[in-house]
């Protein structure tokens, strides 16, 4: 059964970091392009960072300079390393894997989300 669990998050203040990762099992890690996710009350998923197989990495412009995604294969795990923290960064913040798959359509899976709360 697969599986993504994210873990890290929780209360720092502005300006502060923090470190999230996804640990993912029962997929093959190293055929997924990994993103993390966020979404707060009252508004839609939002795309913070997504990062293929091959290392090539994408940002939200509201994240560029201050996240950085990463993975680590040996791992089976990804990170999301987000510095310079700010109070609208607040948001629960989800795990995604895409598994691509030759001549099969990609497969989806999420994590159940870590809370990562920004005071000021």
């Known amino acids: 059964q697969v599986q993504l669990v994210e873990s890290g998050g929780g209360l720092v203040q502005a300006e502060g970091s923090l470190r999230l990762s996804c640990a993912v099992s029962g997929m093959s890690f190293s055929m997924s392009v990994m993103g993390w996710y966020r979404q707060t009350p009252g508004k839609q998923r939002e795309l913070v960072a997504t990062?293929?197989?091959?290392?090539?990495?994408d940002y939200a412009d509201f994240v560029k300079g201050r996240f950085t995604i990463s993975r680590d294969n040996a791992k089976n795990t990804a990170y999301l390393q987000m510095n310079f923290l700010k109070p609208e960064d607040t948001a629960v913040y989800y795990c995604?894997?895409?598994?691509?798959?030759?001549?099969?359509?990609?497969?989806?899976?999420w994590g159940q989300g870590t809370q990562v709360t920004v005071s000021s």
């Open positions: 995604n894997a895409r598994l691509i798959r030759m001549m099969r359509p990609p497969t989806t899976y």
């Open positions: 990062i293929t197989s091959g290392d090539r990495t």
